[in-house]
């Protein structure tokens, strides 16, 4: 099957960065965001995003103008009825992604594959909302999606050889490394990222360091581009505990079990950069 248009459902940092990706790559892309102003808010960072490449001359003008020009913002989920190729990366909720991957499967083509960013849920849950089981896999970028080479590629028992093959495609298409991976809970990267970023917060709590003397023992000492209490500022509390807790639902580790500090920060809304605070403080 070949992708010519690829549909974007989230309006987040991951949906826009996964879109960007995808139409510097020449795809046709429909980005969706619920709101009138959440879409015009995608567009405008869009934009943002592709005006540094064009100061820092990663990207010439007429590229960004290209890749500005192949990607259209909607707020109706009808408007990806024709697209081959759907990403869904919306808030990381079982729930929630459940109830969109029923309604993308009304209205969706019945040959397009819906493919979901997740990072820790089982697929296999978001293929059995749909009449297409076969065409429904996972397809993970990491934030962000722009910089971030790599993509998890990910099967479910019912996931067919065919939409692996178009799924895997589409992702060196947008010039990333791919990795396959079974449909087991953090995958690959998540499920071994995360304990350690789950102990660099114990170790916080337990007064064994300062934030900033973890982070720089980490990026020191072991050679790490950011310290883990950075990174979980970058990836968002609120994303890092419900991917914990998804992990240790799945296999009841005391690694996955999420530090008590990370639980009462998300509680008081510190959610890292995205709040203007987390372990530390951002100017919004």
């Known amino acids: 099957m070949e992708v010519k248009r690829v549909g974007v459902v989230g309006s987040g940092i991951m949906g826009s960065g996964v879109a960007e990706v995808a139409a510097k790559a020449g795809f046709e892309v429909t980005l969706r965001s619920r709101t009138r102003s959440g879409a ?16 820092r001359a990663k990207l010439d003008d007429g590229e960004r103008t290209a ?5 259209r913002s909607v707020t109706d989920l ?22 969109l991957f029923t309604e993308l499967d009304r209205v969706c083509r019945e040959d397009s594959i819906l493919a979901t960013n997740t990072s820790t849920l089982p697929v296999i849950e978001l293929a059995m909302e749909t009449g297409r089981p076969d065409r429904v896999c996972g397809v993970h970028f990491f934030n962000p999606a722009p910089v971030m080479r790599l993509v998890e590629i990910v099967r479910s028992i019912t ?23 079974k449909d087991q809970a953090g995958f690959v990267v998540s499920a071994l990222l995360f304990p350690y970023l789950n102990n660099a917060v114990k170790l916080l709590d337990a ?50 079990s999420p530090a008590p500090l990370l639980r009462r920060m998300v509680s008081a809304e510190r959610l890292g950069r995205k709040s203007g605070q987390g372990f530390y403080p951002y100017r919004r």
């Open 78 to 99: 009808g408007e990806l009825s024709e697209c081959e190729f759907v990403v869904e990366s919306i808030v990381e909720d079982l729930a929630t992604k459940k109830q």
């Open 207 to 256: 007064g064994v360091a300062s934030s900033d003397d973890i982070d720089a023992a980490m990026k020191g000492g072991c050679n790490f581009p950011m310290g883990p209490l950075e990174l979980l500022d970058l990836v968002g509390l609120d994303t890092s505990l419900a991917i914990l807790d998804a992990l240790y639902l799945e296999f009841r580790d005391a690694h996955y």
């Open 159 to 181: 996931t067919s050889d065919q939409t692996i093959v178009t799924a895997r495609a589409f992702a060196e298409a947008c010039g990333k490394t791919v990795v396959d991976v």
């Open 67 to 71: 890749t500005l020009g192949r990607v």
């Open 40 to 55: 015009h808010a995608l567009l405008a960072g869009l934009e943002r995003s592709l005006a540094k490449q064009v100061e």
